[in-house]
């Protein structure tokens, strides 16, 4: 899954597939705002879970 743009904010995702772990770097105008970390099961994690996270933010955020 590629980056995420809402409200004027890009949210990349990365993860590591040995840990079962990721992060999605949070972005306005192209600085870095903050980071999301989230654990995972399987291969990968995946996309519902990315976008859940996002619209989480999103929303606790008023975006």
Request: net charge negative.
């Amino acid at each position: 899954m590629g980056a995420i743009e809402r409200s004027g904010f890009r949210f990349e995702p990365e993860f590591s597939v040995i840990s079962q772990n990721g992060a999605i770097h949070v972005y306005q105008n192209g600085k870095f705002v903050e980071e999301i970390q989230f654990e995972f099961t399987g291969k990968f994690p995946e996309n519902d879970q990315i976008e859940e996270i996002v619209d989480t933010y999103c929303n606790h955020h008023g975006l």
